[in-house]
């Protein structure tokens, strides 16, 4: 049975020894990140945190190495828990614990004492002991092997199973986990076949080689999809291949697929918040339909440029009230369902006042707020029925209670609404955020909508607004509460902030320290540009100078 040999961490722990000036990162907002050779120490760490949790649960836990939307150099750790979820805050906990386990000894100590608190050794599953496995993914960095050699030594220091899953989008490794746990087909083949299948339920009468006439007289029938030169790329090829196999003829574009410029103004990140066209789109024409993921797939914003080197967003938030809206529309025929089962929508202090406005006025939901990070929106959307979650940087998915999918099940032969539901359920990834299948179900509900992006667009009109970051000495000095929307240290920057907001029509400010890069983040909306702009440089500038900026002044 699995048992922690204090030698085998400690002969580890010497393979991978700590970088000896400088602190180690803390957990973040989804995980480690820091420039990776600093993480091999730290991906040792996490493989034997996930390897006691998936002791402690009796399932499959996972290690995904990748720093998501961050530069090349940079690398890091997402861990899984069993039902495919992110950590809890308490294993968030144990892992600073042992990532701040500087010296062989304190680590095989600090292991020890989280194995005793997880009460591992007094688990006895009818075979003799506990159960458990680890699966490692990584995304295509350079740098990745190494860090998964580290994560698989840390797991091996318990006997515990482990598997390479080599190259993975960060959805794909959740589905991976919570599937296999769930005595679903877990493997890569059946991710793609769950989602084409689903999409082939979900569009009906639209997939098929035959566009639909209605569809075509929208003069957008093609998607062009940036890949930010990231492990997305193949697997959006994998899936675009398996889509055809099921007799869909949608016209797919894939582009920026690597291997090299790995986020380099490409991808998801640059796009919502720079505004500007991936490189490889300078010629693409006006109004066409496009989308960037990001670094490791979990990240999906549209776009149109606009024939100025410019763009039309279509952000988290518009892609949320997309898929509430076509939600509304299922259940408004379904009045036994509609009563009983909830429906809500969470977003975080960066959705666009508008669209928080829209969900309130024209879909009668009232959206609930959370703090940045997906552990956050997730944790909230799984308390619905139906929860659709999304922050504005495209992180987010469709969440189904067990309930209202035992429900479906039961009238799905007699009610189309219920098959649509049930669809979006399996497109829809139930473990994470994932692009790839937010994307499906994006092209899907605008083919069935019968509409072009205009129609998408004019859903509501977003508040002009502004995202700066800020550097600091550090950023921890920044303590926030209400779902980051207000300061509560330094003193009087809120302060400053309020009045800076009082000054503008319409405004709203508000900044957070980042969880995964070395800033201090800046969020201003108002009713026009001008005045969001100078709202976020009046908090930038207020944050360098209570926060201990460094730098030249905004
Ligand atoms: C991660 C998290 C997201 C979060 C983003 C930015 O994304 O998964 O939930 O919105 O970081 O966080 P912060 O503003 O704290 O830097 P990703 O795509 O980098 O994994």
Known sequence: PPRLDPDRVRDAASRFPPDADGDPPPYGTAGFRAQAPILPPVLLRCGLLAAIKSLAAGKMCGVMVTASHNPEEDNGAKLIGPVGEMMSPEWEDYANRLVAAGSDDQLAAEAAAIWRQEGIDSIDEGRGGPVGGVVVGCDNRPSAGLLVEAALAGVACTGVPVV???????????????????????????????????????????????????????????????????????????????????????????????????????????VEKQRALPLGFETVAKGARCCSIDGDADRLVYFAPDGKRGLTLFDGNKIAALLALYIKDALKGMPGIAETFKVGVVQTAYANGASTNYLKTELGLQPVMTSTGVKHLHREAASFDVGVYFEANGHGTVLFSNDLIAKLRKIEYEDEAARDLLAMAEVMNQAVGDALSGMLMVECILRRKVWGLKEWEDMYTDLPSRQLKVMVADRAVIKTTDAETRCIAPDSLQQGIDAAVARRKSGRAFARPSGTENVVRIYAEAASQGEADSLAKDVARLVHKLAGGIGPVP
């Not at 899953?165 to 296999?180: I, M």
């Not at 890569?188 to 080689?209: N, Q, T």
């Not at 675009?240 to 574009?253: N, P, Q, S, V």
Request: hydrophobic share 40%.
């Open 164 to 270: 390479r899953a080599g190259l993975q989008t960060t959805p794909q490794l959740h589905f991976r986990v919570r599937a296999r746990n769930l005595g679903q087909p877990w493997g890569e083949a059946d991710y793609y076949d769950r989602l084409a299948m689903g999409l082939a339920k979900a569009s009906r009468d639209l997939v098929g080689d035959a566009v639909p006439g209605r569809w075509a007289a929208v003069g957008t029938d093609g998607l062009l999809l940036d890949c930010a030169n990231g492990v997305g790329a193949a697997k959006a090829e994998a899936l675009i291949a398996r889509l055809r196999e099921a007799g869909c003829g949608w016209r797919f574009d894939v582009r920026n697929v690597g291997p090299r410029g790995l986020n380099d103004r490409v991808g998801a990140d640059h």
